[in-house]
């Protein structure tokens, strides 16, 4: 604001000062007889204390021509902007600089001793135009030189969580940056915080609510060392400090609080930058607004006290819904004491909620929500406003999609139970909804609240659903995998995730050969336990055509979007990879395969003609022009390898064409030949390398680079190429370079990346 306000009053001082107006007599001048790029750099000329040194840099004019200096102006009267000219008397007391004809574009100018007297403020503007000895100048630009602290915090988000009679109010800390020239510092300290609650209820009385402040472990429900009621922070002249609100019979429904701080944010334990102010007294279904300013230790605040821009909140009514405690679902007819799956769905039922008037309403609850005879609608009970469905997911409660919602435009259908199934019914009092993204065997544990139009949660409806464990069920896969039909005769089973260490940690940055071991090293009863095979980890992926990217498809899919939220798909986020509670359940293929499009590639075994090693699937690497859609297919698949120079030990074929002569390895006689070479002719030599494995000493193969380089780069260079593994130098061959790069496939023996991962088949013995 003190910024602002200067602004303004050196906006209109010249018109006044200078009587200058678009009228003024003058040339108009060019826009490229004007400095750009203006910037102030923090530095001094010599070695001095930076904190007072401020250099002006600027690029100099398109027009050079009869460019004589430069002129820059640095004073509290304030050069306007125009492009008529240059205020009377500006350029007999603007300091010169003149004009380096070398050829420089950009030129500095040490502003510190012209400045000194003007850093007890918060800014000062300076004013740069050209003097050409054609009297054509240049027009004004204008930059500030920012001298304390005159930027403000971030504005305070505040949350909410209401009752009948209470409300907490949570904000965190927030960032603020102390120096204009040090962007990327921002933890300033903030001395506090003003807040002001209103009650919307005029005749309300809130001065003297009961109020608990919880800061960093410390607890303060007195104002005796976090906060102060009635007071508020100031500041005025150079001076920040607390001073008395009014806490007169007048603003009775306003209650004023100071909370103090004094640190900066911390970026190392968000916990510590966290508040809650919990507040009780107030009235039941009333609206109050709640607004938190933040206030820097140099006076700057991050926002408006207007009492109309602070947030709206609204206390609940004193009566919670009425919710039931059990759920009905449909049996499967083949397993009749688990919920049968349609399309990867659930059905839900549960009674309709309701909201009492009154406490003595008489309505009970159970499976049923039980309404007395002489209990109507609207007179004894009301309607809830909307659901709320929830689905743990071994660690926390998440909201199940697409379920849950308004109940006036959702839950329209009412259902009775009729014999062992569940019906339409006019007078019936279930409702139906739906769980999605469920597969075989799943075990749900599913939350359902009520909450009616003041806010107010019913006590929740909390029930386990265990779902039909499928038709493939009787293949008893071992622990771990889910079964997989591929045709009418053939079944096998995958592990359900990719496979995990004995830490629970997700195997990853193996090698091909470190896989094929790791599944032969499974014994599982009734099965032969091997990597996968390409074509099974694609049926797999497939589920018998009812997948594309191996994972469950509704309506609303869209592939992009869906891999890249829930799949991990190109993110570059390798951290949500690597633990089981970081991936995300709807990343799930029709049978209950987890994670096949995306986290990590997937060693598998090549086709049966070749056995080569062969990735399956996407990871969470982005790669730059590719589709996550097209990486992501079942169908596609990469055999990883090297780039190394491009070789041959066969004969070459030098033709002439004009002037230039090109290389061939292939004969062809109707073109002119310039030289032919044999081995004996071949000066480049390649040294070859026998890589193993660190861990077992087993080779994986060999691996080859110019010799040249691999002398120029020693230890260091071999350290780097190996990456993680041992090279050996194994022999030298003289060659013929071909000038280009060529793809090393036999490197996929030796491919290890912190991408690559794999997931083990169980095939059934016969």
Sequence with gaps: MRFLLRLLVFSIFPLCFFSCSDDSEGTEYLFDRSVQDLSVLRSCASNKDTSSCYRLRFRIPIETDDLVQFHIWVDTVYIDDTTKSVPKGATEHSIKLAYDSSGTLYDTLDLTSEVAGYLDRDSLAVAVWCEYSSGDDGSVQHIYLHFGDDLSPST????????????????????????????????????????????????????????????????????????????????????????????????????????????????????????????????????????????????????????????????????????????????????????????????????????????????????????????????????????????????????????????????????????DTMALSATGTYVVDTIRWVVPNDTLIIRIRSIDSSGYYSAPLIDTIVVSPGPEADLNCPDGFVPVRTSDSTRFCIERYEHMNTDSTFAHNVLYS????????????????????????????????????????????????????YCNVGTDDSTASSKLSSRNSLCVSPDGIHDMPGSYQEWVIGPADTMLQVLRGSSYIYFSGESRASLSQCTTYSQPNRTRVAYTVDTVYLYREGSKVDTTTT????????????????????????????????????????????????????????????????????????????????????????????????????
Aim: with cysteine; glycine share 8%; net charge negative.
């Design 514 to 565: 470190e896989a094929v071991a790791t599944c032969n090293g499974i014994s599982a009863s009734g099965f032969t336990v091997s990597l996968c095979k390409s074509a099974d980890w694609k049926s797999a992926c497939l589920a018998q055509g009812r997948s594309a990217y191996g994972v469950i498809q509704e309506t609303d899919f869209s592939a992009t979007e869906f891999l890249y939220r």
């Design 156 to 419: 305070v988000t505040v949350s909410d969580s209401t009752w009948t009679t209470g409300a907490a109010i949570d904000w965190s800390r927030p960032t603020d940056q102390t120096d204009y020239y040090a962007p990327e510092s921002l933890s300033g300290p903030i001395a506090g915080y003003n807040i002001v609650l209103w009650a919307e209820d005029t005749s309300e009385d809130i001065r003297n609510l009961h109020v608990k402040i919880i800061h960093n472990g410390e607890t303060d429900s007195m104002g005796s060392t976090l906060w102060l009621r009635h007071h508020r922070l100031r500041y005025s002249g150079d001076s920040l400090w607390i001073d008395t609100a009014s806490s007169a019979a007048t603003y009775k429904n306003y209650l004023r609080l100071v909370v103090i701080d004094g640190n900066g944010f911390d970026f190392d334990l968000s916990d510590a930058n966290r508040y809650r102010m919990i507040v009780e007294g107030l009235k039941a279904e009333h609206n109050y607004t709640i607004g938190i300013i933040a206030w820097d230790s140099a006076g700057n605040v991050s926002g408006s006290s207007s009492v109309s821009a602070n947030q709206l909140f609204m206390t609940t009514d004193s009566i919670a819904p009425v919710m039931a405690t059990k759920l009905w679902v449909r049996a499967d007819s083949v397993y009749p004491d688990y919920a049968r799956l349609d399309s990867n769905r659930v059905l839900i039922y549960f009674s309709r909620s309701v909201d009492p008037y009154a406490s003595t309403s008489g309505i009970k609850s159970d499976s049923v929500i039980e309404i007395p005879s002489n209990c109507y609608e609207y007179y004894c009970y009301r309607g809830v406003q909307t659901y709320v469905v929830d689905r743990f997911n071994g660690e926390n409660w998440e909201t199940a999609t697409n379920a849950g919602g308004e109940s006036e435009v959702k839950y329209t259908d009412s259902y009775a139970i009729s014999g």
């Design 667 to 766: 004969k062809d006689t109707s073109l002119t030949l310039y030289k032919l070479l044999t081995q004996k002719n071949f000066t480049d030599t390649l040294q070859f390398f026998t890589v193993r494995n660190p861990d077992t000493g087993d080779s994986l193969g060999e691996d080859y680079a110019p010799i040249a380089e691999y002398r120029k780069g020693g230890e260091i260079w071999l350290h780097n190429l190996a990456n993680g593994l041992t090279y050996e130098p194994a022999r030298t061959e003289t060659v013929f370079l071909l000038g280009g790069s060529a793809v090393y496939k036999g490197a996929a023996a030796f491919y290890r990346d912190p991408s690559i991962s794999f997931r083990c088949c169980a095939y059934p013995n016969e």
